[in-house]
């Protein structure tokens, strides 16, 4: 018969296969290591015999199982909130409104926000703050602070906050690369889902990368991550943090045809956030780099063949906006209209092609590369055709109006 220690020592094994199976390769759970640190024999004054000491599993020189038995990566996952909990704050709006009979009454909104640094500046959403009259921000569940908008950025959904706390209460969070990161890979959220839940942790994957979140007043916001992470409305403004706890994003949307958490969160990635923070905390605003396109056709190969343009892709400039660098380049617009079936359509003007090398197919992707790539006072070569003849400028880009 076996042994009391042998029985522990294969149900260990089993729950150690059991729990790697799911992500282990056959060479892997070869690799499996499981040994027993040989344990005194029980003398006649002992009160009960002694436990076997389970030391660290192993796969590959990688430890699984801590000394008692638990998931590394659960153990890990408990020190990221223990580690940025602190971090994230729980706060609330009030709108001043109007009623029928013009009697002011107080609209009360609620969302998330994380400590980004030592002066009690604090990330949010906008729309979490948009319109308020006042913001209080509760800090380690119990202490409230009223705090000031030091910056928002409306296109980019993002708002800087801040408050005046002790310093015991700042605790600012460390922020991650969103561009290193991949689809697979933990997701770790933390926020005041519906308000009332503080700092409520949810653990899953990052879903999908380089989503388009389109806003409710139709701007939209390119490169988001999306999460299965459970985010419910309150999350807005949280962070979305890798297993290290660092910040990969801003919890801002979801989609939920109940208005609660279908497994489809987005977030705004970090790379985002550290691109316009610094503008925010010194203007209060972000400058959005700016050539001036008002309207322009995408070429397609069936307008190309339509219209009997030279090329099969790229911008056929329609109007650019007065005083813009397009404009103020030289660059010219539509000298004429026609009528494409039930379509008027204007011809003549000059065809954007590339920015600094890199092909254009549509406005959207104009505006992506500039958001991402360049910034206000930087000098871009633009390639053009006009009349079928290619030609190039240089343009230094502008302030976008606000």
């Not at 076997?52 to 020190?79: F, N, Q, S, W, Y």
């Not at 919890?251 to 958490?261: C, E, H, R, V």
């Amino acid at each position: 018969m076996l042994s009391l220690r042998s029985l522990l020592g294969r149900l260990v094994v089993l729950l150690a296969v059991v729990a790697l199976l799911a992500g282990c390769t056959e060479d892997q759970l070869a690799g499996l290591l499981l040994r027993e640190t040989p344990t005194p024999t029980p003398t006649a004054t002992s009160a009960q015999p002694p436990t076997p000491a389970v030391e660290v599993v192993t796969v590959e020189g990688v430890a699984v199982l801590d000394a008692l038995g638990r998931d590394i990566a659960e153990r890990r996952t408990m020190d990221v909130y223990q580690r940025v909990s602190p971090s994230v704050v729980n706060i609330s709006t009030q709108v001043l409104r109007r009623n029928f009979f013009f009697e002011i009454y107080p609209e009360e909104g609620a969302g998330s926000g994380f400590i980004i640094d030592g002066e009690g500046r604090i990330l949010t959403n906008y729309h979490v703050v948009d319109g308020a009259d006042s913001i209080e921000v509760t800090v380690n569940d119990d202490q409230v602070f009223p705090a000031s908008v030091v910056g928002v950025d409306p296109r980019n959904d993002i708002a800087v906050l801040k408050i005046d706390a002790p310093a015991e209460l700042i605790v600012p969070v460390e922020f991650g690369d969103s561009a290193a990161v991949q689809v697979g890979q933990r997701a770790i959220a933390i926020g005041n889902p519906f308000g009332q839940f503080g700092r409520t942790l949810t653990t899953g994957v990052i879903s999908a990368l380089n989503r388009t979140l389109e806003l409710d007043d139709g701007r939209t916001i390119n490169g988001i991550i999306q999460t299965d992470a459970a985010i419910n409305r309150g999350n807005s403004g949280g962070p979305l943090l890798d297993s290290a706890g660092r910040v990969v994003g801003i919890n801002s949307a979801i989609f939920s045809p109940t208005g609660t958490s279908a497994g489809v969160g987005f977030a705004i990635p970090s790379e985002t956030i550290l691109r316009i923070l610094p503008e925010l905390i010194e203007l209060g605003y972000y400058r959005h780099p700016y050539l001036g396109v008002r309207y322009a056709y995408a070429i397609t190969p069936g307008l190309a063949d339509a219209l009997e343009l030279p090329v099969d892709s790229g911008l056929l400039l329609v109007q650019m906006y007065n005083g813009s660098p397009l404009q103020r380049g030289g660059v010219r617009g539509a000298q004429r209209e026609a009528v494409l079936g039930n379509r008027r359509v204007y011809l003549g003007g000059d065809i954007l092609t590339a920015l600094d090398g890199s092909p254009i197919t549509n406005v959207e992707s104009l505006q992506l590369l500039l958001e991402n790539n360049y910034r206000v006072s930087d000098s871009v070569t633009v390639y053009l055709l006009r009349d079928g003849q290619p030609f190039e400028l240089t343009i230094e880009l502008t302030e976008e109006p606000r």
